[in-house]
C-alpha cells in the first residue's frame, strides 16, 4: 500500500508525461526516430507508440479495477504490437493520444478516496495487482521509457 505522499507524487508523474515525452522528443529527425534507443531495442517512434498503447490498456484496467469485483484482464504482447503497421505512423499521432489520455487518467486518479486504491485486479501473469501497484508501476514505466530516449540522446549528442 502506498502512502498519500507516493499516490500524490505518481499522480504528478502521470498528468506531467505528456509534456515530458514531448520535450524528450523535440526537434528529433525521421532518422533519429528511427533509431533503437539501446541495441536490439525498440526504436524511439515504437517506444512513443507503445506507450499510447500500453496506457491505453492500463486505463482501462484502472476502469475495470473500479468497477468490476477484482476482474482479470488481458495481457497482449508488445513486442508483436510494436511491429503492426501503425507503429511507422509519425508520433505527434499517439503524442496527441497520450495528451487527452493522461489528462483523463489525472482526473481519474485524483478522484479516488483513500479506500478506493485497494480495488484489484486478476493479472493471469502476475497475480493480484492492487490500484496502488498499477499508479506506481505505469508513472515509473513512463518515466523509464522518457529515460531511455532522453539517454539515446546524451549518447548521440542530440
Ligand atoms: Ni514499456
Redesign the pocket.
Known amino acids: 500500500m502506498l502512502t498519500q505522499v507516493e499516490r500524490t507524487a505518481h499522480i504528478n508523474s502521470i498528468k506531467s508525461l505528456p509534456q515530458h515525452l514531448r520535450s524528450a522528443v523535440q526537434n528529433l529527425t525521421d532518422t533519429q526516430l528511427d533509431t533503437p534507443y539501446r541495441d536490439g531495442g525498440w526504436t524511439v517512434r515504437q ?1 512513443v507508440h ?2 499510447a498503447d ?1 496506457h491505453l490498456n492500463a486505463h482501462t484496467r484502472t476502469r475495470l479495477a473500479l468497477t468490476e469485483n477484482t476482474p482479470t484482464i488481458k495481457p497482449y504482447n ?1 513486442d508483436a504490437w510494436a511491429l503492426l503497421a501503425d507503429y511507422a505512423l509519425p508520433i505527434e499521432i499517439s503524442l496527441q493520444i497520450i495528451d487527452g489520455l493522461h489528462l483523463r487518467w489525472s482526473v481519474l486518479w485524483e478522484s479516488l478516496s483513500a479506500d478506493a486504491f485497494a480495488h484489484t485486479v486478476h493479472h493471469p501473469d502476475n497475480g493480484i495487482m492492487s490500484l496502488d501497484d498499477i499508479l506506481q508501476s505505469y508513472a515509473r ?1 513512463g518515466e ?2 522518457v529515460k531511455q530516449i532522453m539517454d539515446l540522446r546524451e549518447r548521440k549528442g542530440w
Do not use: A
Open positions: 517506444v507503445h506507450l500500453s508488445q514505466h523509464n521509457h
